[in-house]
């Protein structure tokens, strides 16, 4: 179905050795590919205006996608801001806890030619002097922002003992610290995870597979987002690989050693998973930038800020109308392409089209050897239908491998990310959870 090809060497950078290492800056000719031109080209040579530079701050599925798009241009100087030298696989963030899988990947084989990648963090958007400011300092001047955070680990104030005791494991970072904390226990210690989204699920039956002994909490049911029947498909291999999986029970308190559930029973637990939520970076907010409830950047149906026409947004710190789509890569990438488009209409002055995207369904691994493929109709909504056992496994590695494809396509040939539409969108925004910093 997909297949994970090697990139040309013509898109590769190359990050030197330098004194600061938390500011490395990859040094590419300025050539740019010309393959995939739209009605987004620049116009005749005779006309051809100062190139417009334009600041991607944040290298995940979203920002990559949009830093290769953009490329279609070739009078567009592309800056990428990440706070890691590598791209980091999320969706296989499971597997990395479990210790068979890297989970990240050189951008110097997913990045087109010509895009700069700046190893920082970014700490603010002024937005009256257009500039990015960075944590080791510098500033990036920019004529228009692309706002490709993502999203983070989160565990919450209102659980005693989360933040201190729980592993989240939606981040590189966190992932790893998770990875050595399963290594130093003993075989046979109690882990609890709680949450039964998809990445509870994955990272359940990774461990599950290793002959760990877990328990999945899921404060109220397996797997919401899958259908009657592929719910039962995942809870049938729980069961047969040893899961204990309780459907209704809550977590109030994390302790080092135990969890204490909402009826006051304690559960020992050596080590306690949380994958219950997810959170957004705060820089939005720091920049006084308007935000809904959780911190994701609020924009219109083009994913233009409503602050500023010169930041857009796209991928999981997004809040298009006030209704964000489903925090994932299958989101993120379309999202990023739309984000890169709408900065070229403004560049070429023509009006920017609305989102119009769908969904096809979503994948939940089940160890190495089987998964669940849940089908779904556009608006996300799953049907009664579901491809599971080794078949879902592979279908499972077929989208996990096409997703780096896809961003290896977009950056040899930009304009290549396929998009599905027809998925619901509002007529009119919700914007009533808008806060500001």
């Known amino acids: ?148 955070v993502g999203s983070i680990g989160a565990t919450p104030a209102s659980v005693p003992g989360a933040a201190e005791f729980a592993y989240p494991i939606a981040e590189l970072e966190m992932a790893q610290r998770l990875r050595d904390a399963v290594d130093e226990l003993h075989p046979d210690a109690p882990i609890t995870i709680v949450g039964a989204g998809l990445t509870g699920i994955e990272t359940a039956s990774e461990l599950a597979e290793q002959g760990r002994s877990g328990t999945l909490v899921c404060g109220g049911q397996l797997a919401p987002s899958l259908s009657g029947p592929g719910r039962r498909s995942v809870a049938k291999w729980l069961a047969r690989h040893g899961v204990a999986v309780l459907e209704d029970d809550v977590v109030a308190e994390v302790r080092r050693d135990a969890v204490v559930f909402a009826d006051g029973a304690v559960r020992p637990s050596a080590l306690t998973i949380w994958t219950a939520g997810f959170g957004v970076p705060d820089l939005a907010a720091t920049s006084r930038l308007h935000t809904d409830a959780l911190g994701r950047l ?21 809040a298009p109308s006030g209704q964000p789509l ?20 403004r560049i070429a002055g023509t009006e920017p089209a609305g989102i119009d995207q769908a969904f096809v369904g979503s994948c939940v691994s089940l160890g190495r050897h089987a998964a669940t493929a849940q089908l779904a109709r556009k608006d996300d909504t799953p049907v009664n239908y579901y491809i599971g056992g080794r078949l879902g496994a592979s279908v499972k590695e077929a989208i996990c491998r096409g997703t780096l494809w896809g961003l290896r396509r977009e950056a040899s040939k930009p304009g290549s990310t396929f998009v599905i539409k027809g998925g619901k969108r509002p007529s009119q925004p919700t914007l009533e959870v808008v806060t500001e910093s």
């Open 1 to 148: 179905m997909f297949q994970d090809d090697g990139a040309d060497d013509s898109a590769r950078i190359t990050l030197p050795e330098m004194s600061d290492p938390h500011h490395a800056v990859s040094h590419l000719d300025d050539r740019r590919c010309l393959e995939g031109m739209t009605a987004h080209n620049t116009p005749d040579s005779s006309r051809l205006a100062p190139a417009t530079n334009v600041v991607v701050i944040g290298g995940g599925y979203a920002g990559t996608t949009a830093a290769n798009h953009l490329r279609m241009r070739a009078d567009v100087n592309i800056t990428l801001v990440n706070p890691r030298p590598k791209f980091v696989e999320r969706i296989r963030l499971h597997q990395h806890v479990a210790g068979n899988y890297d989970a990240t990947v050189d951008y110097g084989t997913l990045l087109g030619e010509g895009v700069r990648l700046v190893v920082d963090n970014a700490t603010r958007i002024d937005i009256a002097a257009r500039k990015v400011e960075l944590a080791s300092g510098v500033a990036l001047d920019y004529d228009y922002v692309i706002y490709t």
């Open 298 to 318: 609020l924009t219109d149906e083009t994913l233009t800020s409503v602050d500023d026409p010169r930041v857009v947004a796209a991928g999981d710190a997004a």
């Open 326 to 345: 489903r925090m994932s890569c299958q989101a993120a990438g379309p999202l990023g392409a739309q984000a890169a488009n709408t900065v070229l209409s």
